[in-house]
């Protein structure tokens, strides 16, 4: 009776930390997805207000991308419908290269005027890769690996070069990346040493709490270095106007005081 009742209890207690662990992980999603959806939707309104600054497309679309690896769960695990939940959980697939290739272009919007030749190369491998992956060919998998691996690689490329070159701001963004790499990094070496392997987080530990805390700060760091960016240039942008308003304005007075000596 004894060994019945522990059973009972291990078997309703794990039921109770399964629903906690889903209920946490949904609210937490849901919160991020929400506040991801919301910063692209507000930068793809700077794009339409001012189209020359393409970097707001290129971020409202790396944003919106990042916001569908939340979303999704959350709808499959809420929606009853198996047909969609496959559709919905397949659309990640590409949303994957797209993101990479989002964040590809949003940094040759930064550092590069126009954009560099090269960068159609981006272009046609993104659609090669969705036109494999949507038609299900063999090799789609790992024409996706390549295309994510070449994609950081390249991404990390012109971060390097832009802050050897000292071009503005590019500190910000090498941080936001370093952070992702480092913080990542942490969470996947705690977990490869947890006993028996566990790469799973669960339960309410402190050791755990960090863990999740960690990777959530490892996944906003780069939207977070992105965002600051764009709000540091767009207020060096506009004290430059101002700088150069108070020239004209000085210009403007001293042709009228010269046309009145005159």
């Given at each position: ?252 007075e001293k042709t009228i005081e010269q046309e009145r000596e005159k």
């Open positions: 009776f004894d060994k019945e009742y522990d059973f009972r209890y291990s078997l309703d207690k794990a039921i109770e930390d399964e629903v906690m662990n889903s209920l946490v992980f949904s609210v937490a999603a849901t919160v991020f997805g929400v506040f991801f959806i919301t910063l692209s939707f507000l930068h793809f309104l700077l794009f339409l207000f001012y189209p020359a600054q393409k970097s707001n497309l290129w971020y409202s679309i790396f944003v919106a991308m990042l916001a569908s690896f939340f979303i999704i769960p959350v709808i499959s695990t809420i929606s009853k419908t198996p047909g969609f939940n496959i559709i919905i959980q397949y659309s990640i697939n590409f949303a994957i290269p797209v993101a990479f290739a989002a964040l590809q272009f949003l940094l040759y919007s930064f550092f590069y005027k126009p954009l560099p030749r090269y960068s159609l190369v981006t272009l046609a491998a993104l659609t090669l890769v969705i036109t494999f992956k949507w038609f299900g060919i063999e090799f789609s998998e790992k024409m996706l690996f390549v295309f994510i691996v070449a994609s950081i690689i390249e991404s990390t490329r012109v971060i390097i070069i832009s802050i050897y070159r000292k071009k503005a701001g590019s500190w910000i963004i090498g941080v936001g990346i370093i952070m992702f790499l480092l913080l990542t990094a942490f969470v996947l070496a705690i977990m490869a040493f947890s006993p028996n392997n566990n790469f799973v987080i669960k339960g309410a530990s402190i050791l755990n709490i960090i863990l999740v805390l960690t990777l959530l700060l490892a996944i906003v760091s780069i939207p977070l270095s992105m965002s600051i960016y764009l709000a540091w240039d767009f207020a060096r942008t506009n004290k430059d106007l101002q700088k150069q308003l108070v020239q004209v304005k000085l210009l403007s």
